[in-house]
């Protein structure tokens, strides 16, 4: 079902930027999309993208996003400056900042280029599942902003819930959407790829302390393929690698309704416990 | 069995920087770390790392590193920039550019920390596989120079040989040690990353224009755990997951001889064909 929506979306309004007299790209957080200790990362990534489409000379389409949560953000308004280091033929890199008071809050690097056709072919395919209609939604629990703008349906590995103890794996599997549902663009499926809440609390059974230290996101379709999917359920699925010492490495993919892989994502978290 | 080595590692000398009187930090390409065009990606992350580990004011251990290949590195002198974007407690962020001529070849971002004792797992096994003593080296052509720096004891997925054919799957394990063999640290950890040659090449059986846009490493154990695997073989397994209109993603692992995950990296590839 499409829903057309008369007024903006709170996505958009969220990764809404303003260019000042002064050169600086502005934006601010949104209540809406916080997360429990400053704004959700994955917005703050959306965002990011989000300035670098927003550029006159910006080439092509997004091929990769890093950014770094180098220190939290703030409630209220930020800059981000973004340079195109090197702008080649079928390639371009940047290289941006987010900035609140002076202090670097957040840096990130993004590669935009042009596709063009060649020989192709996936070798992860989608896991067979049951439908999103045919599973309940829900998951996070309510204190979670940014999460009440997400339509969860998760098949394994749902947050812990009033007596879950231990898990053997940290293994996720989830059809989500935007609530309410927008179409596909780069930066929804940026934030998207940030969803995943930090996979030791599905191991250890409980909420502790951790927050995503750096991010990467491979985008492996087009445009027209992301449009495609209109505001259909993706399916994403991540795990971890290894936890020690306070960090741990998850990834994730992402594919389209109809089993088409449309990103691959990344992350080191850190975390306490 | 170890080598004591009298002269320094050829892998020391061609990551080696000068600091110079104006500021700068030099580095230069070396004809033995040669890919086919520029230098090997694996040596260029090994040498933007050891910008950061070498500054005084490096707080702690590596714990993340993305490399982004902008434009083509020319044989000789390079310049590069390392700049601490943020310093907080117990991580610090770095931005790195690595320069030729005034233009920006690379770019980099990395982030450093301390560790500390938390509660540990790891998820992905060590594939069992023969020792690599029961292998025998090789798998690169004699002309790609840095490949012969490595010993190479390919399980499986080696390069594509004289009648190779199409192959089904991307998949690529591994023994891999510098060759002489040097104990193990962060900049080899990191230069080993890149060493599993484009999936593509596996795929379509044969050898194409091809090369890493971006690198990411994470680094999952800490000095000692890499001290702990002296200069004994690395276990690496690579995979892609999609190939499509001139880009694909592969993401490996890398073991220590015990089995230990040391790091888990993940990169952009362009490609034609």
């Given at each position: 079902m499409t829903e057309i929506e008369a007024l903006p979306?709170?996505?958009?309004?969220?990764?809404?930027?303003?260019?000042?007299?002064?050169?600086?790209?502005?934006?601010r957080t949104r209540a809406e999309y916080m997360?429990?200790?400053?704004?959700?990362?994955g917005i703050t990534a959306a965002t990011l993208l989000s300035a670098v489409q927003g550029r006159p000379d910006c080439l092509g389409e997004p091929l990769s996003l890093t950014v770094n949560f180098a220190g939290p953000?703030?409630?209220g308004e930020f800059e981000i400056t973004a340079r195109a280091v090197r702008t080649n033929r079928s390639t371009q890199h940047w290289a941006l900042e987010l900035v609140q008071d002076g202090a670097v809050a957040t840096t990130a690097t993004a590669v935009f280029g042009y596709r063009r056709d060649t020989w192709a072919d996936a070798e992860t395919d989608m896991p067979s599942v049951p439908a999103p209609?045919?599973?309940?939604?829900g998951g996070f629990p309510d204190f979670v902003a940014w999460?009440?703008?997400?339509?969860?349906?998760?098949?394994?590995g749902a947050l812990p819930g009033e007596n879950p103890g231990e898990h053997p794996d940290?293994?996720?599997?989830?059809?989500?959407?935007?609530?309410?549902?927008?179409?596909?663009?780069?930066?929804?499926l940026t934030a998207m790829a940030d969803i995943f809440y930090p996979r030791v609390f599905l191991r250890r059974g409980q909420f502790l302390p951790a927050g995503t230290v750096t991010l990467t996101v491979y985008f492996l379709a087009d445009a027209a393929e992301l449009a495609a999917n209109g505001d259909a359920h993706l399916l994403g699925r991540a795990r971890a690698h290894r936890?020690?010492?306070?960090?741990?490495?998850?990834?994730?993919?992402?594919?389209?309704?109809?089993?088409?892989?449309?990103?691959?994502?990344?992350?080191?978290?850190?975390?306490?416990?």
């Amino acid at each position: 079902m499409t829903e057309i929506e008369a007024l903006p979306h709170p996505f958009d309004g969220a990764i809404e930027l303003t260019a000042g007299d002064d050169g600086l790209v502005r934006g601010r957080t949104r209540a809406e999309y916080m997360n429990m200790v400053g704004p959700f990362g994955g917005i703050t990534a959306a965002t990011l993208l989000s300035a670098v489409q927003g550029r006159p000379d910006c080439l092509g389409e997004p091929l990769s996003l890093t950014v770094n949560f180098a220190g939290p953000i703030a409630d209220g308004e930020f800059e981000i400056t973004a340079r195109a280091v090197r702008t080649n033929r079928s390639t371009q890199h940047w290289a941006l900042e987010l900035v609140q008071d002076g202090a670097v809050a957040t840096t990130a690097t993004a590669v935009f280029g042009y596709r063009r056709d060649t020989w192709a072919d996936a070798e992860t395919d989608m896991p067979s599942v049951p439908a999103p209609e045919d599973i309940a939604p829900g998951g996070f629990p309510d204190f979670v902003a940014w999460a009440r703008n997400y339509d969860f349906r998760f098949l394994d590995g749902a947050l812990p819930g009033e007596n879950p103890g231990e898990h053997p794996d940290s293994t996720t599997t989830v059809w989500v959407r935007d609530k309410p549902s927008r179409p596909l663009d780069f930066t929804t499926l940026t934030a998207m790829a940030d969803i995943f809440y930090p996979r030791v609390f599905l191991r250890r059974g409980q909420f502790l302390p951790a927050g995503t230290v750096t991010l990467t996101v491979y985008f492996l379709a087009d445009a027209a393929e992301l449009a495609a999917n209109g505001d259909a359920h993706l399916l994403g699925r991540a795990r971890a690698h290894r936890f020690s010492r306070g960090f741990f490495d998850q990834s994730a993919q992402l594919w389209s309704r109809t089993g088409g892989l449309l990103a691959t994502t990344h992350q080191l978290v850190y975390f306490k416990g």
